[in-house]
């Protein structure tokens, strides 16, 4: 097994090179940013792939059997034109083209987003799309164009991570657990809203999972990739606050964080970009959404963390870079 990454240096596509490094594979990570670990870096090949050319060369060059393709452009729900998010759709063209001209490619995994859907809304099946920002659209045609794809010469795979958290984490889960150890994490409302949420390294071991497993459990499949069951937020942050020994989390009413919130996306009308509670944020919070993973365990069961044990290692990482400490 040759594995190519897309994306290997960003949050999931760290996670996932120390997976497979882990287990002796032969891989390369195609990235336009240097790798956030330094014994990534003698896997790392430069690369935009919106620049098919030298896309192309490096695919033919090491002759992957499987890619993962996690690069993405990623934005704010304030970017509204789609085309800033070409990557998402031309960069999925590119690598399907590519992974053809290797001849050597048996499977593509496609990462997309559960945001090919609004906030808790539980799609009805693969293409029930309702995508309510320009980066789900983006998202939703990068689908397709795999979807629509005729004769492919490899299966392939879409994949929709869920909530994603853990070592390397980037907004917003990294402001979450540093809002708790800081002492200004408040539960809203009552606090307990469930929702699927995916320890990082447990994804990582899914993503592999899906290349390992039979051609027909996974080809032209789409998989929501996460922990299979769904967390309380409530518990979830007082977990984190005992394992940091952090303080005592206060509660907030929920009016008065709409006010808050209204307060918010006041201020970023008039340019401040870092607003602590906009009505975005406040709807993400108090959103429930579950997903159904059943047909994911069914090939990645059992998950090698629980999550506390996904807590311990989250705090762990962030004393190592000196996050906190």
């Known amino acids: 097994m040759k594995i190519l990454v897309t994306g290997g240096s960003g949050f999931i596509g760290t996670n996932y090179m120390d997976y497979v490094l ?3 594979l032969e891989v390369i990570n195609i990235d336009i940013k240097p790798p956030l670990k330094q014994a990534h870096k003698q896997f790392y090949r430069e690369c935009n792939i919106m620049n098919y050319n030298k896309l192309e060369k490096i695919f033919k060059d090491f002759k992957p059997t499987n890619v993962v393709h996690l690069a993405a452009k990623t934005g704010a729900h304030s970017i509204t034109d789609l085309k800033e998010f070409a990557p998402n759709m031309e960069g999925v063209r590119n690598i399907i083209n590519a992974s053809i001209k290797a001849e050597s490619v048996e499977h593509v995994i496609f990462t997309s987003t559960l945001l090919v859907c609004k906030m808790g809304y539980i799609p009805k099946h693969d293409t029930d799309y309702m995508p309510t920002t320009a980066y789900g659209k983006s998202k939703v045609e990068g689908e397709l164009i795999v979807r629509n794809w005729k004769g492919l010469p490899f299966n392939w795979t879409i994949i929709r991570p869920i909530s994603v958290w853990g070592p390397w984490m980037v907004e917003p889960y990294i402001n979450f657990f540093k ?5 200004w ?3 809203i409302g009552h606090g307990h809203y469930k929702r699927s949420m995916g320890y990082v390294e447990n994804i990582a071991h899914e993503i ?4 390992l497993a039979k051609k027909e459990l ?3 499949k789409t998989f929501y990739v996460g922990d299979p069951e769904p967390t309380d937020l409530y518990d979830f942050a007082e977990t984190v606050r005992e394992y940091m020994k952090a303080p005592k989390i206060r509660k907030m009413p929920y009016p008065i964080a709409k006010f808050f919130a209204y307060t918010g996306d006041i201020l970023k009308f008039f340019g401040w970009t870092n607003a602590p509670l906009t009505n975005f944020r406040l709807n993400n919070i108090t959103t429930e959404y579950v997903f159904d993973l059943s047909n994911l ?13 996904g807590i311990i290692r989250s705090i762990e990482w962030m004393k190592q870079q000196k996050i906190i400490q």
């Open 179 to 183: 809002a708790v150890y800081q002492g």
């Open 218 to 220: 996974v080809d032209k």
């Open 185 to 187: 994490y408040m539960h």
């Open 297 to 309: 365990m069914e090939i990645a069961s059992p998950l090698p963390f629980s999550q506390k044990e």
């Open 22 to 24: 882990d287990r002796g």
């Open 208 to 211: 592999h999972s899906i290349l």
